[in-house]
């Protein structure tokens, strides 16, 4: 299974991101889908999870300001970003569950500065 990322890039604090990630090369249904981020010296954390049904989790630090999505015809997870402050860039990954594996994307940076 491969995950290819896109929609990163820089924005001014207060702007807006979408990021999109499909995944490939699977013919058993995608789980959980998700984004983890992780800033320069810092832990990888979670951002934003979507099951396959659409229940959605995120951490306090994005509630209310990520959104993520999925379209499971397409295979693909979205995360609209809006909001964004300078602490959340960091290089954004997607990941996903295909049975008891998770496969993770390459990345794509987020750079949030003014």
């Known amino acids: 299974v491969q995950l290819q990322a896109s929609g990163g890039g820089w924005v001014q604090p207060g702007g807006s991101l979408r990021l999109s990630c499909t995944a490939s090369?699977?013919?058993?249904?995608?789980?959980?889908m998700g984004w983890h981020r992780q800033a320069p010296g810092k832990q990888r954390e979670l951002v934003a999870d979507?099951?396959?049904?659409?229940?959605?989790a995120y951490p306090d630090s994005v509630k209310g300001r990520f959104t993520i999505s999925r379209d499971n015809a397409k295979n693909t997870v979205y995360l609209r970003m809006n909001s964004l402050k300078p602490e959340d860039t960091a290089v954004y990954y997607c990941?996903?569950?295909?049975?008891?594996?998770?496969?993770w994307g390459q990345g794509t940076l987020v750079t949030v500065s003014s």
């Open positions: 990941d996903a569950w295909v049975g008891a594996r998770r496969y």
């Open positions: 090369g699977s013919s058993v249904s995608i789980k959980n």
């Open positions: 979507i099951s396959s049904g659409g229940s959605t």
